[in-house]
Every structure is written in structure tokens, then in C-alpha cells.
């Protein structure tokens, strides 16, 4: 079974881009989360999605934002990025909604950088 | 908000030599904690939680974890520690957000050296 896959694991953008990630869960999880992750901060939560639907989200400026399809991939959005932004941004599925489970699967990650 | 605490930036060990990873917790009502474990340029790989039950939870790669109500504290054991599990490594708890939301928050991490 195919874990979760990332897209892409690197990028370098600058200062007022903006950047799309992609994310495609396990077969048959249809809850998909983002964390960011950078030293300074540790993993803090962005949102989840769960069929199609944002279910939470976390303490992050309007500029990040996410979506998530029929086939449950996921794409979270950067826009006007910020030398801040740099992170490691993590994706996780589960098979249903967070309380039934509490287990995450994750990715591999994508990591930007922006200059 | 629920929230835990990694009391250890990093931890030091020989290998062969058991091995411990602190956490403590802090929750209103039953906790929902994990471990996890973060490998160089990788994403997050689950090793164990603790829902109910028995206060020592097994895991994956000969982990096991140890619930103590009493002290709040959920800390990461191995009896004989591997090179191979040097990393990072992080203790979480699932944190009610809304009515029927939740999401996992997560310590800041403790980096584990296995020295051989």
C-alpha cells in the first residue's frame, strides 16, 4: 500500500510568490492534515480536511490556505510568502476524522525555502 | 488547550544502554497521547499511543511507553538502545478544538544520540 506522497519535496521560491502543495493520502483515508514544522516553533497545526470539508484550523494569517478534492488529495496554498514561511510543511492522512483514531500517517514532507 | 511538554532537548546514550524519553501532559479529562519518531529529511512515523487501558503500551521497534496518571507523564522507553535509533523524536496529545474537532498538538521535540 502506497504511503503518502508529497509534491514537491523541494522548492525555492522568493519573497511575495506564493506556492502550491500537494499532497495524496493513503487509498482509502479520507482525512487529510498540514503541519508546518521549523525549529524555532516545532510542529504547529495548519488545517484538516475531511471529506472535502476543513474541519479545523489552526492559528496561521489568511495567507495559507488548503482544499481537498473528491479523491481526497490535498493542496494547501502560500500566498505573498514571507522569509517565515521557510519550513518544513507535512502532510498526514487518516482513515476517518481525528477523533476516531488519533493516528497519523505522514509524508516525507516538502521543504521551502524562500529568499 | 491540552499541551505537552519535552523536558529534554536532547538525550545522550551508549548503545545497549536502556534508553528514556520524557514527556509530561496536561489535559482536562482522559488523555489521547503518542509517539512519534522523526528520522533526518523524513516525515513523521508513528510508534505508539495510549487510549485506555494498560499503563504500559508496546510499540514499533521494540519501543514501549509507560502512562503515569499520577505523575502526568507518558515517557518513551527501549530496553537496549540502536544506532539506528538515533532521531527525533516526539511525544503528542489529541487537543479538542470545536464541538467534534480535534487535532494533535505536539512537544518540541527530543533529539536522541545513540552513541556507539
Known amino acids: 500500500k502506497a504511503g503518502v506522497t508529497q509534491t514537491p519535496r523541494y522548492l525555492i521560491k522568493t519573497r511575495g510568490q506564493q506556492v502550491t502543495l500537494s499532497c495524496s493520502p493513503i487509498?482509502?483515508?479520507?482525512?487529510v492534515s498540514w503541519y508546518q514544522q521549523t525549529p524555532g516553533q516545532g510542529l504547529q497545526f495548519l488545517f484538516e480536511y475531511f471529506s472535502e470539508t476543513q474541519r479545523n484550523k489552526g492559528n496561521f494569517p489568511g495567507r495559507f490556505s488548503g482544499r481537498q478534492f473528491s479523491n481526497s488529495r490535498s493542496e494547501m496554498n502560500v500566498s505573498t510568502l514571507e522569509l517565515g514561511d521557510s519550513a518544513l510543511y507535512l502532510c498526514?492522512?487518516?482513515?476517518?476524522?481525528?477523533?476516531?483514531?488519533?493516528?497519523?500517517?505522514f509524508g516525507e514532507g516538502s521543504r521551502l525555502t524562500v529568499l | 488547550a491540552q499541551s505537552v511538554a519535552q523536558p529534554e532537548d536532547q538525550v545522550n546514550v551508549a548503545e545497549g544502554n536502556p534508553l528514556t524519553v520524557k514527556c509530561t501532559y496536561s489535559?482536562?479529562?482522559?488523555?489521547?497521547l503518542f509517539w512519534y519518531v522523526q528520522y533526518p529529511n523524513r516525515g513523521l512515523q508513528f510508534l505508539l499511543k495510549y487510549i485506555t487501558g494498560d499503563n504500559l503500551v508496546k510499540g514499533s521497534y521494540g519501543f514501549e511507553a509507560e502512562f503515569n496518571k499520577s505523575q502526568t507523564s507518558f515517557h518513551l522507553k527501549k530496553p537496549s538502545a540502536l544506532v539506528s535509533d538515533s532521531a527525533l523524536y516526539f511525544c503528542a496529545v489529541r487537543d479538542k478544538t470545536g464541538a467534534g474537532s480535534y487535532q494533535l498538538t505536539f512537544g518540541k521535540g527530543t533529539k536522541l544520540s545513540v552513541i556507539p
Open positions: 487509498s482509502g483515508h479520507r482525512s
Open positions: 498526514a492522512s487518516s482513515p476517518a476524522a481525528l477523533p476516531n483514531t488519533g493516528e497519523l500517517f
Open positions: 489535559v482536562s479529562g482522559n488523555p489521547y
